[in-house]
RNA sequence: GGCGCAUUCGUCUAGUGGUUAGGACAUAGCCCUCUCAAGGCUAAAACAGGGGUUCAAGUCCCCUAUGCGCUACCA
């Protein structure tokens, strides 16, 4: 049964190179119906973070990558690991230095393996390797060590991680033979880089995942886009949902070269997820959560219109953010120069002529025609917006003809 | 420097020896239209360079260049 596991270490924060790791072991193990692990790799005991922790939780959690079982700590396995340094010591492999414990690594031949991105062999000599720390002075042990004790253990069967780790791969195949145990397959995937290029991090001005939550991003929007960011899935689709792409998913439809952060694509795609999730009514719920409390926008929710309002923002969003935007101070307009006058003009006029909601249109195209107001113009004036909501839609969330009236008339004062 | 991995439109990519090199985002134009979007249509836009192999190369091999990674008692 496949067994993967996502092994943050709780260094920073957790960007979207990060999540695009855990995301693939995720597919990969529901595709696969196998399962998916947590391991928390803090054994580097002078570069946590304390929030760090948190933020792997409350990241992975928003975006719904449920691992199974409870987390596992390297720092609460310390016992295991020395008794591990034990076995190895017996069999003569290692040797100490300055309090360290040291691996005796082959010097001839070579270690290979072949990996699940291309099904590349890749080949080291180890007239290259050199000797490498297993246990640290302050008895914690490497990445390098309790990576290999933990993943054997655990028995996972696929390691899927960065291909920063490729070079410390033979470190690790030579650990498992000295122990004897069987190789998982290792699949090392392209790393993100930065829009300047470099490795995605934080000093390349990565945003934590948590950040694209504030900034209005949906967990749909945000998904979709880190799958495709080295994964296209056989079938010609770009717009996947979790469960479509978990169908789809295939380790060897992942590319191998490394993709360059564009975040244009997100803008996109969260746009497209917003109206989906509109569609599905589903739009209101985040939209509340988000601005209850925000006295600008919680109008809305309770406007006997709230779904026309809704509906005809999703086509005019890119994130939730935008929401407010839209929303706020609706109908009331900052008149400059001779707005005020074109607006009394404009409310004679809407009182002379004989209309209906159906006709609000026929209605301000006779003004436009007859007084020479452009509908850039009308529009602002109407609704005190350069640009958003159609105006019908306004009139009836102002409440129709009368109040709508009612509130140019109150602007103009 | 050494050792690895990579290199198709600006960006994400399709392509597994024979294609007018396809799609998406972004860009531009047109249509729709009450503003702005959304939507529809169209356009421009790429095989890093050089050698091989082959009747034929984006696809296979080699070299160079460039990018990225590792070269830690970081992961």
Redesign the pocket.
């Known amino acids: 049964m496949v067994k993967v596991r996502f092994?943050p270490?709780p260094?920073g924060i957790i960007h979207i190179g990060g999540i695009r790791t855990a995301l693939y072991n995720f597919l990969f193990a529901r595709h696969s119906s196998g399962e998916f692990v947590l391991r928390i790799?803090d054994?580097?005991r002078k570069?946590i973070v304390s929030e760090a922790e948190d933020s792997i939780f409350e990241s992975l959690s928003w975006l719904g990558l449920n691992y199974d079982g409870k987390v596992e700590r390297q720092s609460q396995r310390l016992e295991i690991y020395k008794k591990h340094l034990q076995i190895l010591k017996e069999k003569d492999l290692v040797y100490e230095?300055?309090?360290?414990f040291y691996f005796k690594m082959p010097k001839e031949g070579e270690t290979s393996w072949v990996d699940g991105i291309?099904n590349?062999k890749?080949?080291?000599?180890n007239e290259?390797q050199e000797d490498?720390?297993l246990i640290?002075?302050?008895s914690?042990p490497?990445?390098?060590f309790a990576n290999v004790v933990d993943d054997h253990l655990m028995k996972i069967t696929h390691v899927i991680r960065g291909?920063?780790?490729?070079?410390?791969t033979p470190k690790h195949i030579q650990l498992y033979n000295a122990f004897n145990w069987d190789l998982p397959v290792f699949v090392h995937l392209?790393?993100i880089?930065g829009a300047e290029?470099?490795?995605l991090s934080k000093r390349e001005g990565a945003k934590s995942i948590l950040n694209y939550r504030e900034d209005g991003y949906l967990k749909e929007g945000l998904l979709n886009f880190v799958a495709?960011?080295?994964w296209?899935p056989k079938k010609?689709k770009?717009i996947l949902s979790i469960s479509e792409m978990l169908k789809l998913f295939n380790l060897e439809?992942i590319?191998?070269?490394?993709?360059?952060l564009?975040e244009?694509?997100l803008?996109?795609l969260n746009?497209?997820w917003i109206?989906k999730l509109a569609e599905e009514k589903k739009l209101e719920e985040l939209l509340f959560y988000k601005y209850q409390k925000d006295e600008k926008v919680s109008w809305v929710f309770k406007n006997p219109h709230k779904d026309l309002i809704i509906q005809s923002a999703a086509?005019?969003m890119r994130t939730l953010n935008d929401f407010e935007n839209l929303v706020s101070n609706l109908g009331k307009a900052k008149f400059q120069g001779d707005d005020k006058k074109i607006t009394s003009d404009l409310i004679s006029f809407l009182e002379s002529e004989k209309w209906e909601e159906e006709n609000f249109?026929e209605v301000?195209?006779k003004f436009n025609k007859e007084r020479g107001v452009d509908?850039?113009k009308?529009?602002f004036l109407l609704s005190g917006k350069?640009?958003?909501?159609?105006?019908?839609n306004l009139l009836k969330i102002l409440g129709g003809k009368a109040a709508f009236l009612k509130n140019l008339k109150d602007n103009i004062k």
Do not use: C, H, Q
């Open positions: 092994a270490s260094t790799e054994t580097d570069r230095k300055d309090k360290a291309n590349k890749i080949v080291f000599k290259n490498f720390v640290k002075s302050d914690y490497t990445y390098n291909m920063e780790f490729i070079s410390s392209p790393v880089l290029k470099g490795k495709l960011l080295g296209t010609d770009e439809d590319n191998n070269a490394n993709p360059k564009d244009k694509k803008n996109w746009g497209v109206r086509s005019r249109i301000l195209r509908f850039k009308i529009y350069k640009e958003g909501l159609p105006l019908p």
